[in-house]
């Protein structure tokens, strides 16, 4: 089986920097995804990591170490529309997404 | 280019009636996954169709199924309606495998 741990909620400032963790166990790995959701809207991709490394993207980066079952989500500069949920998820397989319950981010002034 | 499109945008059943949802894929798109998402459990996959096979299952029970046409187009049925069952059921489609999923709006579904 598989299972996804992240914090359920995070506050951050304006303009500030905030790293949003992911932990998992799963019984086959291909890779991990992270999901961007407003509420009432649809989740939107952000990134997609495979191997073990920092993937940067804008302001968003990401990182991944499969060793030890670890990736986490940076955000840099952070604006008031980054207020979301952070969804991680892994891929052991196919299209077979195990999402965790994400990590809803308040950004305030 | 048209997104992932799912329609209705939302419904309100009764405990024992039967659903069925629809989506349509972003053009080119061979792959459609549906999710279930619930404030208590997070999304859960559902199922994956690809080329008008199902490719993969999550753990729901068999009054949850599938579909795919042809054309990609996916429906999703749920038969028998339990009030857990209210959820939003989201459709997501992709070019193929390990790719990134692009989703649909969902559909609130309200069992009553």
């Known amino acids: 089986g598989q299972n996804i741990d992240q914090p359920t909620e995070m506050t951050a400032t304006e303009g500030a920097i905030v790293q949003i963790n992911c932990t998992y166990q799963t019984s086959g790995f291909n890779g991990l995804f992270w999901y961007q959701q407003h509420a009432g809207e649809a989740p939107t991709f952000l990134s997609y990591?495979?191997?073990?490394g920092l993937e940067e993207k804008g302001r968003f980066s990401s990182f991944l170490s499969r060793s030890k079952g670890y990736s986490y989500l940076l955000l840099k500069e952070l604006q008031m529309k980054d207020s979301a949920s952070y969804l991680c998820a892994v891929t052991g397989g196919g299209n077979k997404l195990t999402f965790g319950t994400g990590t809803q981010l308040k950004v305030e002034l | 280019k048209a997104g992932v499109t799912q329609t209705p945008r939302y419904l309100i059943k009764t405990r024992g009636q039967q659903v069925t949802l629809s989506c349509s894929p972003i053009?080119?798109?061979?792959?459609v996954s549906w999710y279930q998402q619930t404030p208590g459990q997070g999304l859960q996959f559902l199922f994956e169709?690809?080329?008008?096979?199902?490719?993969n299952k999550g753990n729901f029970p068999g009054r949850f199924s599938g579909r795919q046409f042809s054309n990609s187009r996916s429906e999703m049925n749920v038969s028998t309606l339990e009030l857990g069952d209210s959820a939003l059921y989201l459709c997501?489609?992709?070019?193929?495998?390990?790719?990134?999923?692009?989703f649909g709006s969902g559909t609130q579904l309200s069992v009553l």
């Open positions: 169709y690809f080329s008008e096979t199902q490719r």
């Open positions: 053009s080119g798109h061979r792959s």
């Open positions: 990591n495979v191997l073990d």
């Open positions: 997501a489609s992709s070019l193929g495998e390990r790719e990134k999923l692009f």
